[in-house]
């Protein structure tokens, strides 16, 4: 049954404040067949027939604006929202929503990889599974609540403090998977709670100051703390002892850092951020120029290791339209990232039993030092700068161009033997058209990259003359030993990328609209790696009668990569 | 995708939209030519027989082929300058044509009736 309710509206003559109420009771049946968990990922498909009902209030008295706005559909899908300017001294708006996720379940029935004999038939050990919370539904709600409030400093006029706040929340469970021993041999799949959150606290201040004909400025600064943390138990694994699969027993002791016994998997850890933001825009009317910074200072700490990583980063843009016609801009920036060094320490066991019986692995392989310092890849020192100008070359016809620089030096990642840097130079060129009832663009762009991220010792060289088979595996050549034979750099980020893009909006006639747009991507690299997309769209808008309109809109999306393939190739 | 909107009367507007989409994504077969001259010798004689490399199957465990529909039919009817009564109805159908790790076709239905009701 519908329920209808009303409110009785105030005479704005009488009292000066005036209401705008709406209200939208309802009803909503839902159903589904199979799996929900794609046809209606982010929907609460509960069976049935349900109420919901939403709000709608906005107004104003003597010395306040207000609004306010509510629904209500399921108990994980409902959101509210808020606003009052007082006295326009005061304002603060707040919003709260939540809403549902439902996640996959893998049932890991795939993982039936095993051995075969001469003839072709599987022969055990297999790989094998374990899905301990087999049927189990994965879902997810989130929620978001954030608030800002903002106070104008009445004897500082321009001037205003605030504090914002937010906090995302997300409860439920999905599927932990982890491996047990030599590889994928085992794997396990189990519920995990998810219990997590992210908190924001941001106050701040901002002015604007100045002569507004002349020389006119706003500056502000805002401190960031962030908090994340997830409080759902951590799932535990029984994972298994590490025989020989063979037959020969407990010969991998040294080998491994645990086994036989329960742990926890799927550690998430708790992390806080500290930032600083100061930022400063000038405008300079006489001289038409546009000039802006902003420097940030921010720690972010790793609760469950202390590991921090410390970012340091300052901008300056400049845009300067004293020429007629001509908006030229400049833009540099310099970043600057610490991260902690990582003392990667291994729990040394001695052999329980074969032929490396009551040593360790190291000292059977004084080559092998399991222990060491991981300097960060992350830590670098990147300056970049722009230069782009745009032209009216006509009436209707704008010429737009840009050059951008960008160097990333790391403290320690090659990413070719002895260099650490790569080098980005793009170039773009495009041109602009607009008129009342057309308008578009095409632009090309062109990027060279040396030296793009990659792993300098990806693979073997295919030459195959690496590969050393011995008739006793377990004392032949040992998987360090292979590792080390790497030498092939291999890096699936290009080092050129060509890029076209066009649109265009046509109002044909007051009845007929159409729209378009292209865009077309080739990256390559000097590593066998080459990628290649297209995506063009288009939107047909027709009226026929005043009373009667159709959209149609097409888009295809086509993307190919070739790359290498590395198999390994090694009896262990 | 198609969309139209219709009023037939002065108080009545219906309004109707139909969303399709198909992707598709696939790997070339892997073929490994030439495996004993890649390696230096034959695994079969080095005591490596019961490793196959053959990954001619390989391809087809990433392949996806996915097809998703999306239908609403919708009406709104002025009963009054400020009451409006709203009616919906919205399909979805989601069809994986190649799973593999599991089947996540399925289909939603989901049916709706509001009065929006005001004061100015």
């Given at each position: 049954?519908?329920?209808?309710?009303?409110?009785?509206?105030?005479?704005?003559?009488?009292?000066?404040?005036?209401?705008?109420?709406?209200?939208?009771?309802?009803?909503?049946?839902?159903?589904?067949?199979?799996?929900?968990?794609?046809?209606?990922?982010y929907?609460?498909?509960?069976?049935?027939?349900?109420?919901?009902?939403?709000?709608?209030?906005?107004?104003?008295?003597?010395?306040?604006?207000?609004?306010?706005?509510?629904?209500?559909?399921e108990?994980?899908d409902?959101?509210?929202?808020?606003?009052?300017?007082?006295?326009?001294?005061?304002?603060?708006?707040?919003?709260?929503?939540?809403?549902?996720?439902?996640l996959?379940?893998?049932?890991?029935?795939?993982?039936?990889?095993?051995?075969?004999?001469?003839?072709?038939?599987?022969?055990?050990?297999?790989?094998?599974?374990?899905?301990?919370?087999?049927?189990?539904?994965?879902?997810?709600?989130?929620?978001?609540?954030?608030?800002?409030?903002?106070?104008?400093?009445?004897?500082?006029?321009?001037?205003?403090?605030?504090?914002?706040?937010?906090?995302?929340?997300?409860?439920?469970?999905?599927?932990?998977?982890?491996?047990?021993?030599?590889?994928?041999?085992?794997?396990?799949?189990?519920?995990?709670?998810?219990?997590?959150?992210?908190?924001?606290?941001?106050?701040?201040?901002?002015?604007?100051f100045?002569?507004?004909?002349?020389?006119?400025?706003?500056?502000?600064?805002?401190?960031?703390?962030?908090?994340?943390?997830?409080?759902?138990?951590?799932?535990?694994?029984?994972?298994?002892?590490?025989?020989?699969p063979?037959?020969?027993?407990?010969?991998?002791?040294?080998?491994?850092?645990?086994?036989?016994?329960?742990?926890?998997?799927?550690?998430?850890?708790?992390?806080?951020?500290?930032?600083?933001?100061?930022?400063?825009?000038?405008?300079?009317?006489?001289?038409?120029?546009?000039?802006?910074?902003?420097?940030?200072?921010?720690?972010?700490?790793?609760?469950?290791?202390?590991?921090?990583?410390?970012?340091?980063?300052?901008?300056?843009?400049?845009?300067?339209?004293?020429?007629?016609?001509?908006?030229?801009?400049?833009?540099?920036?310099?970043?600057?990232?610490?991260n902690?060094?990582?003392?990667?320490?291994?729990?040394?066991?001695?052999?329980?039993?074969?032929?490396?019986?009551?040593?360790?692995?190291?000292?059977?392989?004084?080559?092998?030092?399991?222990?060491?310092?991981?300097?960060?890849?992350?830590?670098?020192?990147?300056?970049?700068?722009?230069?782009?100008?745009?032209?009216?070359?006509?009436?209707?016809?704008t010429?737009?161009?840009?050059?951008?620089?960008?160097?990333?030096?790391?403290?320690?990642?090659?990413?070719?033997?002895?260099?650490?840097?790569?080098?980005?130079?793009?170039?773009?060129?495009?041109?602009?058209?607009?008129?009342?009832?057309?308008?578009?663009?095409?632009?090309?762009?062109?990027?060279?990259?040396?030296?793009?991220?990659?792993?300098?010792?990806?693979?073997?060289?295919?030459?195959?003359?690496?590969?050393?088979?011995?008739?006793?595996?377990?004392?032949?050549?040992?998987?360090f030993?292979?590792?080390n034979?790497?030498?092939?750099?291999?890096?699936?980020?290009?080092?050129?990328?060509?890029?076209?893009?066009a649109?265009?909006?046509?109002?044909?006639?007051?009845?007929?609209?159409?729209?378009?747009?292209?865009?077309?991507?080739?990256?390559?690299?000097?590593?066998?790696?080459?990628?290649?997309?297209?995506?063009?769209?288009?939107?047909?808008?027709?009226?026929?009668a005043?009373?009667?309109?159709?959209?149609?809109?097409?888009?295809?999306?086509?993307?190919?990569?070739?790359?290498?393939?590395?198999?390994?190739?090694f009896?262990? | 995708?198609?969309?139209?909107?219709?009023?037939?009367?002065?108080?009545?507007?219906?309004?109707?939209?139909?969303?399709?989409?198909?992707?598709?994504?696939?790997?070339?077969?892997?073929?490994?030519?030439?495996?004993?001259?890649?390696?230096?010798?034959?695994?079969?004689?080095?005591?490596?027989?019961?490793?196959?490399?053959?990954?001619?199957?390989?391809?087809?465990?990433?392949?996806?082929?996915?097809?998703?529909?999306?239908?609403?039919?919708?009406?709104?009817?002025?009963?009054s300058?400020?009451?409006?009564?709203?009616?919906?109805?919205?399909?979805?159908?989601?069809?994986?044509?190649?799973?593999?790790?599991?089947?996540?076709?399925?289909?939603?239905?989901?049916?709706?009736?509001?009065?929006?009701?005001?004061?100015?």
């Open positions: 049954m519908l329920c209808i309710s009303q409110v009785t509206a105030q005479d704005a003559e009488k009292s000066e404040s005036t209401y705008d109420l709406q209200i939208n009771p309802g009803l909503h049946w839902t159903d589904w067949d199979d799996y929900r968990g794609k046809a209606g990922e929907e609460q498909l509960e069976r049935g027939i349900r109420p919901d009902v939403g709000i709608s209030l906005d107004g104003q008295t003597k010395h306040s604006y207000f609004e306010l706005q509510g629904f209500y559909y108990d994980m409902n959101s509210l929202s808020a606003y009052i300017d007082l006295l326009r001294i005061l304002d603060l708006e707040f919003s709260y929503f939540r809403m549902p996720h439902f996959e379940h893998d049932p890991l029935t795939n993982l039936d990889a095993c051995f075969r004999d001469g003839g072709g038939a599987p022969v055990p050990p297999v790989t094998e599974f374990e899905d301990f919370n087999a049927g189990d539904e994965y879902f997810l709600r989130y929620s978001r609540m954030e608030s800002k409030t903002t106070v104008r400093v009445p004897f500082l006029p321009g001037s205003e403090v605030f504090f914002d706040y937010r906090k995302e929340q997300r409860h439920g469970y999905r599927q932990a998977t982890t491996l047990s021993k030599c590889s994928s041999c085992h794997v396990a799949g189990k519920s995990r709670e998810i219990n997590e959150y992210t908190e924001d606290f941001n106050p701040g201040f901002r002015s604007k100045g002569d507004k004909a002349t020389a006119w400025f706003t500056l502000s600064y805002d401190y960031l703390k962030r908090r994340f943390g997830e409080t759902g138990e951590d799932p535990q694994n029984l994972y298994n002892p590490a025989v020989h063979g037959g020969s027993g407990d010969v991998f002791t040294n080998r491994i850092q645990y086994q036989d016994e329960m742990l926890p998997y799927n550690v998430v850890p708790s992390s806080e951020k500290d930032a600083h933001t100061i930022k400063l825009h000038g405008q300079f009317p006489t001289i038409t120029t546009d000039v802006y910074t902003n420097y940030v200072n921010s720690s972010t700490k790793n609760m469950h290791e202390q590991n921090k990583s410390d970012l340091e980063s300052f901008v300056a843009r400049i845009t300067n339209a004293l020429v007629p016609g001509l908006i030229v801009s400049g833009k540099f920036r310099v970043l600057d990232i610490e902690d060094d990582v003392f990667v320490r291994v729990n040394e066991r001695v052999g329980t039993a074969g032929p490396q019986a009551g040593q360790t692995y190291s000292q059977v392989y004084p080559d092998f030092d399991p222990e060491f310092y991981r300097k960060s890849a992350m830590s670098r020192t990147v300056y970049d700068s722009e230069l782009s100008a745009r032209y009216k070359l006509r009436k209707y016809l010429l737009d161009g840009k050059f951008k620089w960008k160097s990333t030096d790391r403290d320690y990642y090659e990413v070719e033997p002895g260099d650490t840097s790569t080098d980005e130079y793009t170039g773009r060129i495009g041109l602009i058209y607009r008129r009342s009832n057309i308008n578009g663009y095409l632009y090309y762009q062109r990027e060279s990259i040396s030296n793009p991220f990659a792993n300098p010792q990806a693979a073997c060289n295919p030459s195959g003359t690496n590969l050393v088979p011995d008739a006793t595996p377990f004392n032949g050549l040992q998987y030993q292979f590792y034979m790497r030498e092939q750099t291999l890096s699936n980020l290009p080092d050129t990328r060509d890029q076209i893009k649109s265009f909006s046509w109002i044909i006639s007051p009845m007929v609209s159409l729209n378009g747009y292209y865009r077309y991507i080739s990256e390559s690299n000097d590593f066998e790696w080459d990628q290649k997309s297209h995506v063009p769209s288009v939107s047909l808008w027709i009226a026929p005043p009373d009667l309109y159709f959209t149609f809109y097409y888009l295809y999306n086509y993307q190919k990569t070739d790359s290498i393939i590395c198999e390994p190739v009896n262990g | 995708m198609v969309a139209a909107n219709h009023k037939p009367t002065s108080k009545l507007n219906l309004s109707l939209s139909v969303a399709y989409s198909d992707s598709k994504a696939e790997m070339d077969m892997i073929t490994f030519d030439d495996i004993n001259g890649q390696l230096g010798f034959d695994p079969s004689t080095r005591g490596m027989s019961m490793y196959d490399y053959d990954f001619t199957g390989v391809h087809e465990y990433s392949r996806l082929d996915i097809k998703k529909w999306d239908m609403s039919l919708g009406a709104e009817y002025r009963l300058s400020t009451a409006f009564l709203h009616a919906g109805i919205n399909y979805i159908d989601y069809d994986e044509d190649a799973p593999y790790l599991a089947d996540e076709s399925g289909s939603a239905y989901i049916a709706m009736l509001n009065l929006t009701y005001w004061f100015k």
